[in-house]
């Protein structure tokens, strides 16, 4: 429910800001929804928020890294089982390089980072989400960026709403750090982040 109401607000925001009307469709009240998902449980959780939200949040386009086959599987298998509900689902996968490697120097990280943003700007062009749904992995960074670009050359507004892991209980990931200033809702999941961080929103444990 607490997802539910953070997602819903980013929505109205949205829908104020388009006029009523998606990116990618005709239908009216329409958000198009892209979609963070990457290993290490990130898309369990995404997929998790997902399933609380209507098909209003359509078409969801959803972007992995490139050597990521396990998250395909379970959006695949999310779909099918949504599809068996909705008839008109509409989903697209898209994929792009990691930001930074396990055990990758921090040097080259730099490197492979500025690679993905460049890499990810022609995505989010092409997309145009209403939306994005982050929740920590590195390589939603880059996608967020050029989001953000996007708006500061009134090419198309997103909303951004980061969800923080939930085991991040006093001080916030890496991502976190960055998108704390680049997001519309931050999200933290224990009480202590929302003090130390007051733009930050706390409502509990949502994943």
């Keep these: 429910e607490a997802a539910l109401f953070v997602l819903s607000a980013a929505s109205s925001y949205t829908a104020l800001a388009a006029g009523g ?16 998902c990457f290993a ?32 395909e ?33 921090w040097v ?17 062009y092409k997309r145009k ?11 939603c960074v880059p996608v967020c960026l050029s989001a953000f670009l996007l708006g500061l050359l009134r090419i198309k507004r997103t909303i951004i709403v980061y969800v923080e892991s939930i085991c991040r209980v006093e001080t916030l990931s890496l991502s976190g750090k960055i998108l704390y200033y680049f997001s519309d809702y931050f999200i933290v999941q224990w009480p202590d982040l929302k003090k130390k961080y007051p733009k930050s929103v706390y409502l509990g444990r949502i994943v």
């Excluded at 949504?82 to 990691?98: C, G, W, Y």
């Excluded at 209403?130 to 929740?135: A, R, S």
């Design 40 to 71: 290490g449980g990130h898309t369990t959780e995404i997929l998790r928020l997902l399933s609380c939200l209507s098909e209003s949040y359509s078409p969801r386009h959803y972007v992995l890294a490139d050597s990521d086959k396990m998250s």
């Design 21 to 36: 009307h998606c990116s990618g469709c005709h239908c009216r009240g329409c958000r198009g929804t892209l979609l963070l």
């Design 129 to 139: 989400p209403d939306l994005i749904l982050c929740n920590g992995p590195g390589t």
């Design 108 to 124: 080259s990280s730099v490197l492979t980072t500025l690679y993905s943003i460049l890499y990810s700007l022609p995505l989010t």
């Design 73 to 105: 599987a379970k959006i695949r298998s999310f779909e099918q089982k949504r599809a068996e509900t909705f008839s008109e689902s509409q989903f697209s996968l898209d994929r792009i390089p990691r930001s930074r490697e396990v055990r990758q120097s």
